[in-house]
């Protein structure tokens, strides 16, 4: 049977660039490519070695909460929830859905300016 990981996950959004420069400061991640791409649109490829998130806008890309239309949540794993949730705050985001699940992770939720739901967990 074969194996696998994930390699990279495709969003359209509104702004890539706020979007792949707050992912940098939450995830601690780099740009690994940015340019055109299809429907005249524009795409910024944000990760690390291993993965990344393609956030790919043009002029048709709208904004506004749809959880489950089709994405319910991308989720990241974390080694300091209490930095990430300060980050998510500082850039004008609301934390909700806190939970803490014994012995699971500690986690929370929020939303993007695009409607994108996100949550951060962490295991420490």
């Known amino acids: 049977m074969p ?53 790919y806008t043009n002029t048709s890309a709208t904004g506004g909460h749809r959880k489950g239309q089709p994405l319910n949540h991308v989720a990241f794993q974390v080694d300091d929830l209490d930095a990430a949730e300060a980050i998510v705050a500082q850039a004008g985001l609301e934390p909700f859905s806190h939970s803490n699940y014994d012995p699971g992770p500690r986690s929370f939720y929020f939303f993007d300016w695009d409607g994108i739901e996100f949550e951060v967990v962490s295991y420490e």
């Open 3 to 55: 194996t696998a990981s994930l390699e990279h996950v495709n969003l359209t959004v509104t702004d890539p660039a706020r979007l792949a420069d707050f992912l940098i400061k939450l995830c601690g991640w780099h740009i690994r490519w940015e340019g055109p791409s299809m429907a005249n649109g524009h795409t910024i490829h944000v990760g690390n070695a291993g993965s990344y998130i393609a956030l």
